[in-house]
């Protein structure tokens, strides 16, 4: 049970680690996955592990800081814009850009479950060909 309470005040504190993790997500704003951040992160201090880079970036997606994209089929993308949006991923170079749209928050209420599933939350992402994919295919 220790370990618990050591493991949430170590959540909830804020760290020197977490606060550069939070640094580069917002300063990169192409939706990184956790090796990108990891990467900008090493650039200012080249003794930080990519351990603690990926487990900062879970404690701040837990914490709603910043907004954890799963992404079918290719890794998890972080977000600075953390209120719910909607996605497209590239399919030609894995890109993965907002959506600008209203967010739907009551389609859920729209969906019936033959299984008797209660949905409480929803993410889509769109794919496609972004437009510099698009260009570069008609050259």
Same mark, same amino acid.
């Given at each position: ?18 606060? *550069? ?10 939706? =990184?996955?956790? $090796? @990108?951040? !990891? &990467? ?19 404690? *701040? ?10 992404? =079918?089929?290719? $890794? @998890?993308? !972080? &977000? ?60």
């Amino acid at each position: 049970m220790a370990t618990t309470a050591k493991q949430d005040r170590a959540a909830t504190r804020n760290t020197i680690q977490r606060t *550069l993790v939070l640094e580069a997500v917002r300063s990169l704003h192409n939706h =990184p996955t956790s $090796a @990108d951040v !990891y &990467d900008v992160v090493r650039e200012r201090h080249p003794n930080i592990s990519r351990a603690t880079v990926y487990r900062n970036l879970g404690v *701040l997606a837990q914490r709603g800081e910043v907004l954890r994209v799963e992404v =079918p089929n290719g $890794a @998890d993308r !972080y &977000d600075f814009h953390n209120k719910p949006h909607y996605h497209a991923k590239c399919r030609v170079c894995g890109g993965v850009y907002d959506i600008d749209m209203p967010y739907q928050h009551d389609i859920a209420s729209h969906v019936s479950d033959a299984h008797g599933f209660t949905i409480e939350h929803h993410e889509i992402i769109f794919e496609g060909v972004c437009a510099r994919c698009k260009k570069s295919a008609e050259n």
